[in-house]
T-cell receptor, first 116, second 112 residues
Framework: DAGVTQSPTHLIKTRGQQVTLRCSPKSGHDTVSWYQQALGQGPQFIFQYYEEEERQRGNFPDRFSGHQFPNYSSELNVNALLLGDSALYLC???FGTGGHGPHSAFFGQGTRLTVV | GENVEQHPSTLSVQEGDSAVIKCTYSDSASNYFPWYKQELGKGPQLIIDIRSNVGEKKDQRIAVTLNKTAKHFSLHITETQPEDSAVYFCAAKDSGYSTLTFGKGTMLLVSP
C-alpha cells in the first residue's frame, strides 16, 4: 500500500505566478482534503473533494481551487501567488464523508511551497 | 465553527517519564478526535484516535481520554523514548463533513 503520495515535494515560485499541486489518495479512499500548514502552526483546512465535487471549503480565497479526478486523485491550484502563500500544503485522504460517520484521515508528506 | 486549544506548546521530559498533552474543543457536536505526530520535514502521522462514544482508548504506550461533558481530551505517552520527540497535534472533526480542526501543536522533547 503506497499510502498518500504528493508531488512535487518542494517548489519555488515567483509572486503572481500560478501553481498546481498533486495528490494520490491511499488505496481504497475516495475523499481528498487539502490543508495549508504555516511554519509553527497546525494544518488549516482549505477544501474537501468527494465524488469529484468540492463538498466543503474553509476560509480561503477563490485564488485557491481544486479538482478531483475519476480515479480519486486530486489537484490544488493557487493563482496569483502571494508571499503569504508560502507554506507546507498537505493532502489527506479518507473513506466516506459526512453522514457516513467519521473516518480516519491519512496525510501525505506534503509539498513545501516557497513564494519569492 | 470548531475551535481547538492545545497545551502545552512545548514539553520536555526525561526518557522513561510520562508525557501528557491536553486539548479542549468548542463544538459539542464534534464526534471524532484524532492525534497526529509530525516529524521534521514530514506529513502528520495518525497515531491514535477516539470517537465520542468511547471514554478511553489505549495502544501500547499511548492512550487517549475523552471527557465529552467538559469538552476536553488528552494524549498520554508512557515510558517515553527519544524517538517520541516530535510535534504532536490534536484535532476534532467538524459536525459537518469529515474535515478536521487542529490545535497549534505541542513540541515534545525526550532527553536520553
Amino acid at each position: 500500500d503506497a499510502g498518500v503520495t504528493q508531488s512535487p515535494t518542494h517548489l519555488i515560485k515567483t509572486r503572481g505566478q500560478q501553481v498546481t499541486l498533486r495528490c494520490s489518495p491511499k488505496s481504497g479512499h475516495d475523499t481528498v482534503s487539502w490543508y495549508q500548514q504555516a511554519l509553527g502552526q497546525g494544518p488549516q483546512f482549505i477544501f474537501q473533494y468527494y465524488e469529484e465535487e468540492e463538498r466543503q471549503r474553509g476560509n480561503f480565497p477563490d485564488r485557491f481551487s481544486g479538482h478531483q479526478f475519476p480515479n480519486y486523485s486530486s489537484e490544488l491550484n493557487v493563482n496569483a501567488l502571494l508571499l503569504g502563500d508560502s507554506a507546507l500544503y498537505l493532502c489527506a485522504s479518507s473513506f466516506g464523508t459526512g453522514g457516513h460517520g467519521p473516518h480516519s484521515a491519512f496525510f501525505g508528506q506534503g509539498t513545501r511551497l516557497t513564494v519569492v | 465553527g470548531e475551535n481547538v486549544e492545545q497545551h502545552p506548546s512545548t514539553l520536555s521530559v526525561q526518557e522513561g517519564d510520562s508525557a501528557v498533552i491536553k486539548c479542549t474543543y468548542s463544538d459539542s457536536a464534534s464526534n471524532y478526535f484524532p492525534w497526529y505526530k509530525q516529524e521534521l520535514g514530514k506529513g502528520p502521522q495518525l497515531i491514535i484516535d477516539i470517537r465520542s462514544n468511547v471514554g478511553e482508548k489505549k495502544d501500547q504506550r499511548i492512550a487517549v481520554t475523552l471527557n465529552k461533558t467538559a469538552k476536553h481530551f488528552s494524549l498520554h505517552i508512557t515510558e517515553t523514548q527519544p524517538e517520541d520527540s516530535a510535534v504532536y497535534f490534536c484535532a476534532a472533526k467538524d459536525s459537518g463533513y469529515s474535515t478536521l480542526t487542529f490545535g497549534k501543536g505541542t513540541m515534545l522533547l525526550v532527553s536520553p
